[in-house]
């Protein structure tokens, strides 16, 4: 098995991805302008953004359009914020330190997860008779690109909210709560102010990343899953303490892990659906190695249906 490219995106192919992933990043802040509700303003993005990636994908043809647009809407969400940082210090501004709105981090989940939503349904529906070698290797470098644009945008949510979302404070007063359970126990105790939705968030931060290497490492397991939120869990819950940027809780790696784990048993549950529907002969979609369809025995003998 080996990586290989599929056709090369002409100029026209790769103005009209460019312009799609503009268009998908300038999202957010056009709904803001037009509707009041952020609830509106996000059904809003969902609805566009995937009218923008259909359009774009009946026009072009290949996935891999798909990933250079997811490409461009991560960097220059990536863009964006290393100039506002950089402006604020060079201003010496109180206000320089990034802040992700709720609204902002759904906005970067659905701009990501609708186009590889879309682009996933398409190749998990795609028939014996559509599929081909050249549609493989543009599916695969797509993977590799909406991989890349995940891990960007991971990294920021990662960063600007769970490790450092605010300017670190080297002399605050910290807190750690070390106790089992104890903290999963009183957010239930207290769900009317958001606590459940909290503890949610946490439980899926590690999905992505666990998903991404699944893809990347075809050996990565469930075993290494959990070594991966026992390790980066107790680095962020770590960060946190330090920083004083939040309360470190032993429960939140308890919930790294479950995410993590989660992100790997997706990825064999999609495996698996393509391979039932493909008929098994295609059973390691979400992969970065191209696995060419068999050839066919010229000299097998046709037979002729009467």
Known sequence: ???LPSQKLTIGELFVSL?????????PNDAKKQFESEAICIGFVFLISLVIIVAMFIIIKRYEAIGTALMTLSSLQLLNIVISVI?????????YWPNLTEYNIICMFVLWAVPFAFALATRLLTNEAADSNDLRRSFIRFMSLSMG????IYGIIL??????????NMQGEREFYIMPLAHIGECFKDSKNGSVIQLILDGIILLPLSFYLSVLIPRFRILHGIILGIILGAAIEGMQ???DTGTAYLDDVFLYIIGAVLGICIKYALNGLRSILSGGKDNCMLSLEYIPLPKKNRGEAQVIEE
């Open 149 to 152: 644009s995940l891990l960007i």
């Open 159 to 168: 960063i600007l909210k769970m490790i450092i979302p605010i300017p670190p």
């Open 241 to 243: 303490f330090l920083f």
């Open 87 to 95: 402006s604020g210090i060079a201003s010496r501004g109180s206000e």
């Open 19 to 27: 312009a799609a992933g503009l268009m998908l990043y300038l999202l």
């Open 1 to 3: 098995m080996t990586l």
